[in-house]
Antibody, heavy 116, light 107 residues
């Protein structure tokens, strides 16, 4: 059974940093692109970033470029999102997901709140 | 970026009704279009990929069609458990973009 479990969310002040983690199991993690999608409270879905199987290609939505970094550790079956210079508008539930173009498996999400 | 315009934003229908949601892309995306269902407090669930392919295990009352810029998602006979918000998503170009969602309610 495919499982994706996010962790690392919480309350952070504007300008602060946070690192999200996603533990994957039930599939060959190193064979898939992985992605982060976020959802602000009461809003729709927004794709944030994705990363190729070997980490050699990474793509970001414009609003997080230069502030967020996606990475992975295939030996640990883990995906990460380093978030720096956080803003109030980054407040959202962040989902880790398997990416085949179609996002076919999602974690339960972790809430990031940016507030003073 | 490719803009996805989904309509309606909300919809009220009765059990047994046929429900249709449309999604229009700002440019040709071939059939690189997926549909998701999201229930309150839950992660989205993939229902249809590549415009018309039903994910294994998803009830056959759900269907999708379309290509290029115009796409349709249909529930042939609405069931109470279908109450959710539905999103389209294109993956022809990065960044992936989603429609704004259609909130489906029971009348």
């Amino acid at each position: 059974e495919v499982q994706l479990v996010e962790s690392g969310g919480g309350l952070v002040q504007p300008g602060g940093s946070l690192r999200l983690s996603c533990a994957a199991s039930g599939f060959t993690f190193s064979s898939y692109w992985m992605t982060w999608v976020r959802q602000a409270p009461g809003k729709g879905l927004e794709w944030v970033a994705n990363i190729k199987q070997d980490g050699s290609e990474k793509y970001y939505v414009d609003s997080v470029k230069g502030r967020f970094t996606i990475s992975r550790d295939n030996a640990k079956n883990s995906l990460y999102l380093q978030m720096n210079s956080l803003r109030a508008e980054d407040t959202a539930v962040y989902y880790c997901a398997r990416d085949r173009g179609q996002v076919d498996y999602w974690g339960q999400g972790t809430l990031v709140t940016v507030s003073s | 970026d490719i803009q996805m315009t989904q309509s309606p934003s909300s919809l009220s229908a009765s059990v047994g009704d046929r429900v249709t949601i449309t999604c229009q892309a700002s440019q040709d995306i071939s059939n690189y279009l997926n549909w998701y269902q999201q229930k309150p407090g839950k992660a989205p669930k993939l229902l249809i990929y590549d415009a018309s392919n039903l994910v294994t295990g998803v009830p056959s009352r759900f269907s999708g069609s379309g290509s290029e810029t115009d796409f349709t998602f249909t529930i042939s006979s609405l069931q109470p458990e279908d109450i959710a918000t539905y999103y389209c998503q294109q993956y022809d170009n990065l960044p992936y973009t989603f429609g704004q969602g259609t909130k489906l309610e029971i009348k």
